[in-house]
T-cell receptor, first 111, second 115 residues
């Protein structure tokens, strides 16, 4: 059974810092990995999706990398802003398209 | 496309009442998922459908929970009778597997409070 772990569970940083959020998974036979953002009281918004054949994806200040062999993904946030404050979740899908979610990293960026 | 649509957005009911949550997936998507999110347990997959057919309902907590998908554009999650421990945010999500990426899209959720 796939298990997904996200470290750290919570993070508080000053504005402007570059951040790395970690996601690890136990079964490397994945189809894709998706990073989501969830604002308080809101739904999940897809940020980046990495196919198993890819090593990274970029969108603006966000960069997600994938190392299947080691069962790890990182989400890099450059020049963090208070608006980046949210919970970030990663989800790993196998060939059945059914994702397994981590518990998320709660990020606070203070001015 | 308007994205995944859920209704109602908020529901407050009393213990023992029937609750019906509704979801309209993104047009053309062939997978539909129902999740429940709580602080204690995080995001839990309750049930999912493929082409309107329930595939795995092992996440449904009890027989009080049931889900249907009568057509490709509509699904319901019903709780009867409801209990206070059912209070949570319920999300519907859909995925289209005909494309390359099979990205999952979530609705805004229904916040259920059972008194």
């Amino acid at each position: 059974k796939q298990e997904v772990t996200q470290i750290p569970a919570a993070l508080s940083v000053p504005e402007g810092e570059n951040l790395v959020l970690n996601c690890s998974f136990t079964d490397s036979a994945i189809y894709n990995l998706q990073w989501f953002r969830q604002d308080p009281g809101k739904g999940l918004t897809s940020l980046l999706l990495i196919q198993s054949s890819q090593r990274e994806q970029t969108s603006g200040r966000l960069n997600a990398s994938l190392d299947k062999s080691s069962g790890r993904s990182t989400l890099y946030i450059a020049a963090s802003q208070p608006g980046d404050s949210a919970t970030y979740l990663c989800a790993v899908s196998g060939g059945s398209y059914i994702p397994t979610f981590g518990r998320g990293t709660s990020l606070i960026v203070h001015p | 496309d308007a994205g995944v649509i859920q209704s109602p957005r908020h529901e407050v009911t009393e213990m023992g009442q029937e609750v019906t949550l509704r979801c309209k997936p993104i047009s053309g998507h062939d997978y539909l998922f129902w999740y429940r999110q709580t602080m204690m347990r995080g995001l839990e997959l309750l049930i999912y459908f493929n082409n309107n057919v329930p595939i795995d309902d092992s996440g449904m907590p009890e027989d009080r929970f049931s889900a249907k998908m009568p057509n490709a554009s509509f699904s319901t999650l019903k709780i009867q009778p409801s209990e206070p421990r059912d209070s949570a945010v319920y999300f519907c999500a859909s995925t289209g597997t005909s494309g390359v990426y099979n990205e999952q899209f979530f609705g805004p959720g229904t916040r259920l409070t059972v008194l």
